[in-house]
C-alpha cells in the first residue's frame, strides 16, 4: 500500500469534482509527482526533470499533461494552513521559478508549501532514511530521463547529433 493509500487518497475521476487549491498526486515510475489543481482543467507543478536533465520552471499545464496517462489521486490534508483559493494563489505566485533541486525544492515540496507554508518531501526523507531506495529511485530517473531525451530527439527529427558507428567490414 502506497503512502498516500495510507493516508486516505482517492483516485479522481472528473475534474469537475475537484476543489480549486487540491493537492494532486500521480505515482510516475520511482516516485510520486504532485501538482495543485487551480480550475479549468489546470494544474501548477514544478517540471522538474519531467522533460530535460536540466530542471524545469514551475508552470500551469493541463491536468491531462500533468497526469501523463497515470491515475490521479487528492492528497488529502485535515490540518491545511490555507484554504483551497489561498493554495491557488499561494501556487501561482510561484509560476515561472526556475529554481527545482531534487532534494530540496521539488515538486512535493512546492505543494507542501502551498498548503502548510513550509516546503518538505516524504519522499526525499524516505531516501535519506534508506540508501538503498534513494540509489533505486535514482537510477530510475536517470533512465527514465534518458529514455525521454531520445525519444524526444527521435520525434523532433534532430539526429543531427546522434553519432552511428560506422561499420567497417
Keep these: 500500500m502506497s503512502q498516500h493509500e495510507e493516508s486516505g487518497c482517492t483516485e479522481v475521476v472528473c475534474t469537475h469534482d475537484l476543489p480549486v487549491g487540491a ?27 519531467s522533460r530535460r536533465f536540466c530542471g524545469g520552471p514551475v508552470e500551469a499545464i493541463s491536468i491531462q499533461h500533468f497526469s ?20 491557488a494563489h499561494r501556487a ?3 509560476l515561472g521559478e526556475h529554481n527545482y533541486r ?22 526525499v526523507q524516505a531516501c535519506i532514511r534508506n540508501p538503498a531506495r534513494a540509489m533505486r529511485v535514482l537510477f530510475t ?21 546522434v553519432r552511428v558507428p560506422a561499420l567497417n567490414g
Excluded at 501523463?68 to 493554495?87: K, R
Design 23 to 49: 493537492h494532486l498526486a500521480t505515482k510516475r515510475p520511482g516516485y510520486v509527482h504532485h501538482g495543485i489543481y487551480i480550475g479549468n482543467g489546470r494544474v501548477i507543478h514544478y517540471a522538474g526533470l
Design 102 to 123: 531534487l532534494l530540496t525544492n521539488n515538486c512535493e515540496h512546492l505543494c507542501q508549501w502551498c498548503v502548510f507554508g513550509q516546503g518538505r518531501s516524504d519522499q
Design 141 to 161: 530517473l536517470f533512465v527514465c530521463t534518458l529514455i525521454s531525451e531520445c525519444a524526444l530527439m527521435l520525434s523532433s527529427g534532430n539526429t543531427d547529433n
Design 92 to 94: 501561482s505566485s510561484r
Design 68 to 87: 501523463a496517462g497515470f491515475d490521479i489521486e487528492v492528497v488529502p490534508h485535515t490540518h491545511a494552513q490555507y484554504t483551497g483559493s489561498e493554495v
